[in-house]
C-alpha cells in the first residue's frame, strides 16, 4: 500500500512525455492525420486542418494557435442539430473537408466531416475565433461530405445580386451516401434575405449525381480560377458498367452563376491513357525554356514563357506500379473546350462527322445538341445561356492528350512548380514520403531529392510553396517540414557543385561558393556564375611551358578560357603549392594569367621511382578565392635514370624532358646547347649512347655454361677499359669480359651455369660495369634461360620438345635433360607406354561414352596412337581431346555380345585397357574395365511444382557408370541439372513448359553417353506452383529478426524456401556489386512458412531495398513489405529507480514502424519485463517485481555495483537503453505473511461454506431435477431447429445456389399490376381489365377509340377529375369495392402521365387528411381502402415499388415463399383437411402423429426422351399431391402458369409386366365405415426408387374412359365422405366417446397441444429467410425507393403542418400507407408478384408471418399471455426486434437526401415511359366510361354548378363522348 502514488506518478511521467515539445527546426508534428494545408500569401502562415485539429502556423512552423474541431457526438444517420434524442449518436473524428483563406474578410473557411459536412468560419488571424458557426439550418448548410473518403475542394469566387457584390466560395466534391447530390455548388459566406451563410444559392444546379443510381464516382482533385473562368480537376467513371477512371477538367465562367457554360474536358496522359487517374495537380508559368521546348515539340500548339501549364500526376489502374506527370497548357485546354462547345452550339455536336459531345449527367444526350445554330455561337456566348445546351462533356476520342513528363516507379501524390531563371522545376511527392526534384528541360531527368527525413508516409497534395519562393512546406501524414529549394551550399567545390545538375544552383567564381544566381555578387559578369546543369567549371587550358626543370625558374603562362573578368581593384596570384607569386591577366587573344615559379630550392624533392614531381597550382582572387587549380611538373634528367638503370643513357636522351648525356660524367643533365663534344649525347639520340648489344647465343641451358659473345657501340671513350659482366640471377658473382680483337667491337664472357627450376623458360638480362669506377655502360643484353626437365617427366614429353632446345632423354637418370649433360648414348624408341588410371572404370552396356587413359609415353604427337582397345572392344581416339604422353581420351563400342553357341560360356564385360602407339609399343592397364548395366528405379520426392529447382533423387543399381559428364537426366523432356553422382544421382528440375498442371506422372529419362537411355516410367509430376496468398507483419528493422509468418498453399513441395533482401538502385545511388542478404525458413507446412526477416547492411537506404520469397525455382516479390532504419533509444535517466509497481518508460523514436508490443522483449538484468505499450516514441514496461540478477559476465564480477542493465531487443536488434536499480526496502519474512493471513482466512472460508451447503442441498436438488427437464425440453427443439434448418438449406442449395432475376418467375409489369389492381375484385380472373375483352361491334370500334381518347382528354382535367371522384363518393350505392375498382382502372387509365397521376392523388390526400384531422380523429386514415385515393396510393406504390422488388426485395421473398412450401411438403399434409404436420399456422397443425418414409421415385416422362428425374414424395401422399411434387420437380425450370396442371396427366406404374394408372380414387380405396380413404403411394405399395411414367392425357374426363362399369362410376363420384390422413368422428364414435371419462378427453387435449411445439420448429428453421425478408424491406441504409422517401417528406410535411398529429399517428400514415397497405399483401399473395401457385397450407403460414409483419408495424403493446394465441406467442420474442427495425427504417429514411419533385417527376416519366404501352389503357377507359355512364345526370349536375367546370366547357364535352359511345342523339 506503500507505493499507491506510483502508478498516478508513473502516468504523469508519460502525460509529461507525451506532451513535450519537438525539438525539431521548422518541422510541425500533429498527433492526428493531417488532411489540408493552405497558406496566407499576404502573410505567409500556414493554415492545417488534421483529424480533431486545426492549426494556424507561422512561416517557420511555429503554432501561433490551435482549436480542437473533434471528437463530436454524430451519427450520420441523425441531423444537425445532434441532441440526446439521436441515440445512436457517439463520439465521431471530425476530419477536416475544406480550408479556404478569405483575406478579403480576415476569415477563414473550415469545413469538416461531422454534422453532414457543415462548415464554419474562424478569424485568420486567431483560429480559437469561430466567427460563424449554427447547425440549426438544416440541409442547406450542409457542404462537405461526411464520408472520409470523399474529396472535397473549393475555390474563393463572387456573386452579383441587386447589384450588391457577395463572397461565396464554389465547392466541387464527391458522392457520399448522406450528402447533397450536388456535385459542384456555390455556397455564400454571409447572410442576405432568404439565403443564410453556406446557403448554397444556386437552386437547379445542372452538374449532380443522381440519387437513384451511382453513376458517377468523382474524385475531386483541384480547383482553381484563371482569367474570367473556375476550374476544377477530378477523375470520374463513365458509368455504372465501366468502372475504369478517367481524368476531366471542367471549366465555367466565373459570373455564370446558373452553370450554362459548365462544360467538362477528358485529359489523358500518354497517348492510350495509359495514365488515367490525377492525384494532384498545380498552375504555375513554364519559364522560357520550358515554353520553347513545348512549342518545339508540336504537341501542345504556341506556349509562352508567362503563360499558365497545368501539371498534373496521374497513376495508372493498367498499371499500378507506376505514376506519371503531364503537362497541359490552359491555352490548349480552352481551345479545345471551344471546339468542344461550338460542335454542340453550331454543328449538331459533331466535329469532323464524328460526334463529339455529350450531356454527363442527363440521359438526354441523343437531343442535346440537336440544333444547328451560326457558326460563331461558342465566340458569342462564350459564358453559355438558358436556351443553349449544358452541361457538356467530350467524348473520349476528342480529350486532350498529353505526353508523359516524367514516369516513375511508386505513386506520385503532389506535384508543385517553380521557375529558376526561366528553367521549370517540379517537385514531386511520392506516397513512400520523398519529394523529388526534377529539371523540366528537353529530357527532363530527376536530379535529386528535397532536403528532409523521408517518413515512409505518403506526401499530401498540399505541396506549398513559402511566399518567397525559397522554402517548400512538405506535408505528409503527420507532419510538416520547411525545406529550402535548394541546397546549393552543402557543396564546397566547383565539381560536386555542378555535378549536382540543380537549375537553382551554380558556382560562384569569384566567391568559391555554390549559390543561387541572385546570391552571387557579379553574376551578370560573364563566366562568374556558372550554371550547374552545363556541368562546366574554370579549367585550365595549358601551361606555357608545359613543364621546367626543378633546376630553373621563369614566369609561366597559364591559358584559363573560362576564367572571369576582373576588376581593376581586384587581386590575381598563383600558388605552387607552398609558394606564392603575384600573377597578371592578359585578355588579348586569349585569356593567360602570367606568374613567376618557384625557384629550385622551394620545389619539393623528386619522389622514388619518378623522373619528376608535381606540384599542385592554384589560382587564387582576393586573396582568398580559389577560381582555378591543376599540377605543374618539375622534371629531374639526373632521375631520369632510375627508369632502366641497366641502360642509364638511353633512359636519359629518350626521356620526355628532353634531356642530355654527358659520358664522360657517367651524367644526366637537362638539355645545354653550350655544351658539346663526343661524350655529350644530345636528346633523342639513343643509338650514340655507349652500349653493349646482339648476344649470342640466346637460348642457354640451365646446368651447363655456355660462352656468350656480343657486339659493343660507341665505345671510344672507354678504349682500354675493362668490363666485368653480372645479372640479378646470381647476384654475387661478376664475371670478366674479355674483348675477342684488339680495338674491336666484339666481346665475350665464358658464361655461367645457371640453375632454375621454376618454370621451362625465363628471360635473364646482363648488366655491364666499368671494372674501375664500378659505372653501369648501357647493355641491353637478354637471353633466355630454359630447363628440359620442368614439365617432362617422361621421355614422349622430353621428344616433344622443340629441337632447338636440344633436350634428350637421359636412361640413366630417367630425366629430360640438356643433351652435354647426359654421357649415355640416347634411345632411338621411348619405354612401352604405362596406364596408370581409367576414367570411368564402369561403361554402359551400348558404350558410346568417352574413356580417359592417363599415364606416360603415350606418343609424342596425337597420331602416335595407333590403337585402343577397351575390355577386348574397340575404342576410338577422340584426337582433339590427346595430351601429349599423359592422357588419352577414347570413345568406347557397345561390349561384345557371344554367339549363342558360347552362351553356356561364362560371359565376362570386364577387362584391361590396352594401348599401342607408334613403333608397335604396347601398354596394358592394371585396373580393369567394367561394362555393366545401371538401372535406375526410383524417383524421391514424386512431384514439385512446375517452375522446377526441385531436386530429386534417381535410386537403383550400378548408376554410378561412365562420369557426370556423361550422365543427362530428362523429366517429362526437360532437363534436370545433374548435381550429384555416384550411387545415387541427384538433379534439379527445370521449368515445366507443358499446359496441363498438374501433369500426368512423367518419365524420368537417364541418359548414359550416347547410346544409353533408362527410363523410370511415371515417375514425377510437376504440380501447381506454390501460391502466396497473404503475409504478416509487412515490415521490419534493418537489423532483422523480426518473425515473418507467409501464408499460402503448395509449400509442402518446396526443398528451400529462403527470403532475400536485395538493394535496387536508383539514379541516387551507386552502388558496386549489388550484395544480397538471406535467411533460410524457420518452419514450414502447406500452408504456411516462417522466416525471420534478413539482416541488411545499415548504410543501405531502406528505400531501395526489395524483399523476396524464393521457393526453389518460384521468386515472388512481396512488394509491400518494407524495411525501416533501426529505432532510436534515447539515454534513460541516470541511475532510474525501479519499485514494486513500478514502470519504465522508454523513449526515442520510430518503434512501432516495424514492431509490437507482442514482439518486443526488454531484460531488466537477467529477466525478462514485460512490454504493456509500445507507440512510435515510447515503450512502457512493466519492471520485474523483485530485483533480478545480473546479465553479463562483467557485472557479475562487480558485485559492490547494485546497477542493472536495461536492454531492448527488437528481433535480432539489442539496445543497452540505461542502467536501473531497485529501491531496498524492509522485506517482512514469508514465514510470518502466510500463517498470520492465510490460515484465518482459509478457516472462515471453510465454515462458511459448510454451513451454507447444508442449507441449500435440498433446495437443489429440486432444482437440478427441474432444470435437467427444461434442459431436455430446450435440447430436443434444438436439436429438431438445428437438423431441420440444416436439412433445409442443403435441399435449397439446388433452388437458390442459381437464384437471378432470371431465374426467378416474376411477372411481367402487365401481369403484375392485373393481379394487383383487379385479382381481389368480384369477377377475378374474368375481369374484363385481366381478359382484355370488350364487346364492341366492328363497325363502331373505330368511333368508340376516338371517343375513349376524348374521354381520355377529358380525364386529364384536372377540374373534370376531381369532380368526378367528389360525385361518384358521393353517392351511396358507390361502395368500397366499386371505388376500389374505380382506382385502379384510373391508375391503368392515367398511366401514360404518372407525373399528373400524383398531382390527383396528393390532392385527394390532402382533403382526406383535412377531413380527418378536422375530425379528431387523425389515426384512422389510410387504415382501409375505403375511399378512392386511398386505392390509388396503394396502386401508386405497386407501380413504384415493381422495380425494387426485382432488384432487391424479391430474392428473399421468393426464397422465403420456397422455403416455407419445402418445409411444409417435408411432412405429410392431409389433402382434404388441408392441415400439416410442419406449419407455423396452429389451426392448420396436423394434430395426430401420421407414420411416413420418404420415398425417391425415378420418373419418366412420356414423349420427352429416356432421362430420369429423381423425386422425393412421402409414401402416405395422395396420388394428386404426389403428381403436383412431380410436376414442380420435372418441370421446375418452367413458371407455374406454362407447367401441365394435375388434372391434364396420369401417373402409371409398372411394377410387373402390367401398368397401373394410380389415382385418388378407384375401387381398390380402402373403406372405414361410411368413409373412404383416398389413395397413397403406401395403399399401391409402391416402394422407394420404383419407376413412374408421367404422361399428359388429351382431355380430363380421359381419366375413368377405361372403367366400363356405372357402378365403378357411381363409386367413384360418391367422394364426400372421403378422407386422407384423419377420418372424422362420426356419430358412431361420438356414441362411443360419451362413455369414456374427462381423463381420456383431457389426455387427448392435452396430446393435442404437445404437437405445438412443432410449431417452433418449423419457425426455428424458417427464421433465418424471415429475417432476410424483413431486414431487406426495413432497411434504409442500402437502396430506398426515391417514392417511398418522397411520400414520407410529403406525410412529414403535412403533419407539421397540424398541430394535433404527433409522432405516433405519422407512424401510423407511414405504416398504414406503404407496409401495411403494400408489402403485407405482397407477403400474403406471393403469385402477385411471381408465377407461382399458393396452396392453402402455405397460405396459411404466410398469414401468420404476415401478422407478425403487422405487429411489428404497431406501436402499442401487446400484452402476451397463456390464453395469447399460439400464432401470437410464436414470434413474441422477435417483434420487439422487428419494431425496433421498423422504427429505424423511418428514422434513416428521414434523414436521407430528399428527393425534389423535379426528381420524382423524371422518375415516374421513366416508369410511364417504359410500361405504358402494354397496358389495357383503352379497356380501363371503357370501363371507367361505364361509372360515367350510370351515374351520368349527378356528374353533369355537378359539372353545371361548377364555375371552372363552366369555364372548360367540361359538361359539353362529357356530353359529345356520350354521344359517340352510347350512339344516341343528343340535344347537342
Sequence with gaps: MERWWAWPFALLVLATVSSGPSHCKNAFPSDTLINNVVANPATGRLYVGAVNHLYQLGPDLQVESHAETGPKRDNRQCTPPITDSCEEAVDTDNHNKLLLVHGAKDTLVVCGSVFRGMCSLRNLSNVEQVLYFCDTKGEKSYVASAEESVSVVGVMSFFMRDAQNFSVFLVGKGYGSHDSTKLISTRILEGYKDWVVFDSIIEASAVQANPFVLRYLHDFRFAFKDDVYV?????????????????????????????????????????????????????????????????????????????????????????????????????????????????????????????????????????????????????????????????????AEFALASQPAVVRKGHMTAVAVAVEMGHAVAFLGTATGEVLKVHLSDHPEVYGRAAGDVTGDKVNKNLLFDSSLQHLYITTEKKITKVPVQTCHVKTDCHSCVSMKDPYCGWCVLEGRCTRKQDCDRSTEENTWLWSPNQQCVQIQAFDPPNISCKKTRQVDISVPSLPRLRSTDSLMCVFGSFISGAVMNVDSQVLVTCSLPNPGQIPPTPDQQDYVSVPVKIVVNNKTEVTSGEYHFYNCAASVRKNQNTPCIACVTSEWSCQWNAQDHSCSDRDDHVNGGHVIKPQQPDRCPQFESPEPLLIPVGFKIPVSFRGRNLEIYQGRRFNIGTELMKHTEE????????????????????????????????????????????????????????RADCSLCKHADDKYKCVWCSDSRSCVYHELCPSPQPTQCPDPKITDIIPRFGPLNGRIAVTIRGSNMGIKKEDVKKITVAGVDCVHQQDRYSVSTSVVCEIGPARRRPPSDLPVEQSNSGAVEIEVDGGRRGTSVVTFTYRDPKPEAVEPLKGPAAGGTVITISGTDLDTATKDDVAVTVGGVPCEVLFFGTQITCKTGRYRGQKIPSDPLTVTVKYGKNTTKDVTAAYQYSENPKILDYSPKGSFICGGRRIMVLGSGFDLIQRATMKVLPSTDEFTQTSAPEEFVQEFLTKNDTMLQFDS??????????????????????????????????????????????????????????????????????????????????????????????????????????????????????????????????????????????????????????????????????????????????????????????????????????????????????????????????????????????????????????????????????????????????LESRPDFNARSRGYFASLLTVALHGKLEYYTDIMRTLLLELMDEHVQSKNPKLMLRRSETVVERMLCNWMSICLYQFLKDSAGEPLYKLFKALKHQVEKGPVDAKLKKAKYTLNDTGLLGDDVEYSVLTLQVLVHGEGPDVTPVKVLNCDTITQVKEKIIDQVYRNLPYSQRPKVESVALEWRPGSTGQILSDMDLTSQKEGRWKKLNTLAHYNVRDNATLVLSRVLHTQAFHQHQDSQEEKNALLEDDNTFHLVRPADDLDEVKSKRGSMKDKAMTKAITEIYLTRLLAVKGTLQQFVDDFFRCVLCSSSVVPPAVKYFFDFLDEQAMRHDNVDEETLHIWKTNSLLMRFWVNILRNPHFIFDVHVTEVVDASLHVISQTFMDACTKTEHKLSRESPSNKLLYAKEISTYKKMVDDYYKGIRQMISVSDQDMNTHLAEVSRQHTEKLNTQVALHQLYQFASKYYDVIIQSLDEDPAAQNKQLTLRLQQIAAALENKVTDL
Aim: charged share 25%; proline share 4%; with cysteine.
Design 231 to 395: 476550374y476544377f480537376l477530378f477523375s470520374r467513371t463513365l458509368g455504372v458498367q465501366d468502372t475504369k477512371n478517367f481524368t476531366f477538367i471542367s471549366r465555367m465562367c466565373e459570373e455564370d452563376h446558373s452553370y450554362f457554360s459548365y462544360t467538362e474536358l477528358q485529359l489523358n496522359c500518354s497517348g492510350g491513357n495509359k495514365y488515367n487517374k490525377a492525384q494532384a495537380a498545380y498552375v504555375a508559368e513554364p519559364g522560357k525554356v520550358l515554353a520553347q521546348t513545348m512549342t518545339r515539340s508540336g504537341e501542345y500548339g504556341p506556349v509562352s514563357a508567362n503563360s499558365k501549364v497545368l501539371f498534373v500526376t496521374f497513376t495508372s489502374d493498367e498499371d499500378p506500379t507506376t505514376s506519371a506527370m503531364c503537362m497541359f497548357p490552359l491555352r490548349a485546354i480552352n481551345k479545345r473546350l471551344v471546339e468542344i462547345i461550338g460542335a454542340c452550339y453550331s454543328d449538331k455536336g459533331l466535329i469532323q462527322d464524328k460526334s463529339a459531345v455529350y450531356s454527363p449527367y442527363s440521359s438526354k444526350s441523343e437531343e442535346l445538341c440537336s440544333t444547328s445554330n451560326q457558326k460563331n455561337m461558342a465566340t458569342r456566348y462564350n459564358c453559355g445561356a438558358e436556351f443553349l445546351p449544358s452541361p457538356l462533356a467530350s467524348k
Design 1094 to 1367: 534478413p539482416s541488411v547492411n545499415k548504410t543501405l537506404d531502406t528505400r531501395t531495398l526489395r524483399t523476396v520469397l524464393q521457393l526453389d525455382n518460384v521468386v515472388e516479390e512481396l512488394k509491400t513489405f518494407d524495411y525501416h532504419p533501426d529505432p532510436v533509444f534515447d539515454d534513460l535517466s541516470k541511475n532510474h529507480v525501479i519499485t514494486e509497481t513500478s514502470i519504465i518508460i522508454v523513449t526515442g523514436r520510430g518503434f512501432s514502424k516495424a514492431m509490437t508490443a507482442n514482439e518486443a522483449q526488454a531484460f531488466v538484468g537477467d529477466a525478462s519485463c514485460h512490454v504493456n505499450i509500445l507507440q512510435d516514441d515510447k515503450l512502457i514496461l512493466e519492471a520485474p517485481s523483485s530485483q533480478p540478477g545480473t546479465r553479463s559476465k562483467r557485472q557479475r564480477r562487480d558485485t559492490t555495483n547494485d546497477l542493472l542493465e536495461l536492454v531492448v531487443k527488437f528481433g535480432h536488434g539489442e539496445w543497452l537503453v540505461g542502467w536501473v536499480h531497485y529501491d531496498k526496502k524492509d522485506n517482512i519474512p514469508l514465514a510470518i505473511i502466510i500463517p498470520a493471513v492465510i490460515a484465518p482466512m482459509l478457516l472462515f472460508i471453510a465454515v462458511s461454506v459448510y454451513c451454507y451447503r447444508r442449507k441449500s442441498q435440498q433446495a437443489e436438488r429440486e432444482y437440478e431435477k427441474v432444470k435437467h427437464q427444461l434442459e431436455n425440453l430446450e435440447e430436443s427443439v434444438r436439436d429438431r431447429c438445428k437438423k431441420e434448418f440444416t436439412d433445409l438449406m442443403i435441399e435449397m442449395e439446388d433452388h437458390t445456389s442459381d437464384l437471378s432475376e432470371a431465374r426467378m418467375p416474376f411477372l411481367d409489369y402487365q401481369t403484375y399490376t392485373d393481379r394487383n389492381f383487379f385479382l381481389p375484385s368480384k369477377d377475378g380472373v374474368n375481369d374484363a381489365m385481366i381478359t382484355g375483352k370488350v364487346e364492341i361491334p366492328e363497325g363502331r370500334r373505330a368511333i368508340v377509340a376516338q371517343a375513349l381518347n376524348q374521354f381520355s382528354n377529358l380525364l386529364n382535367s384536372k377540374t373534370f377529375l376531381i369532380n368526378f371522384i367528389h360525385t
Design 736 to 791: 670478366e669480359v674479355t674483348q675477342q680483337q684488339l680495338q674491336g667491337s666484339k666481346f665475350k664472357f665464358s658464361g655461367y651455369e645457371f640453375s632454375y627450376d621454376k618454370q621451362q623458360e625465363a628471360t635473364v638480362s646482363f648488366h655491364i660495369k666499368d671494372r674501375d669506377t664500378e659505372r653501369k655502360i648501357d647493355s641491353t643484353l637478354t637471353v633466355v634461360l630454359y630447363n628440359c626437365s620442368v614439365d
